[in-house]
C-alpha cells in the first residue's frame, strides 16, 4: 500500500496501490478535530480513492482454453 517502491529488498519492483496521502492527512486531521471538540461519535470508517500502481512483479493475465 502507499505505492511503496522497494527495489532495495526485492530484485523487482512490486505493484502497489497508490492513494492521495494529502487527502489521507486533511481526513485525519478532521478526525482528530472531532475527537478533541468531543463531536466524535466512536469508531469511524474512511474509503480513500485508490489507484493500482502495476509494476514488473505482476504479469498479464492469460486465457486458457
Known amino acids: 500500500f502507499d505505492n511503496i517502491q522497494s527495489e532495495y529488498v ?3 519492483p512490486l505493484t502497489s496501490v497508490s492513494t492521495s496521502n494529502v487527502t489521507m492527512a486533511q481526513k485525519a486531521a478532521e478526525m482528530v478535530t472531532q475527537k478533541i471538540k ?10 480513500l480513492d485508490t489507484s493500482l500502481v502495476v509494476r514488473d512483479s505482476s504479469a498479464e493475465v492469460r486465457k486458457f482454453d
Do not use: A, K, Q
Open 10 to 12: 526485492f530484485p523487482e
Open 38 to 47: 468531543g463531536s466524535e461519535d466512536g469508531p469511524t470508517s474512511i474509503v
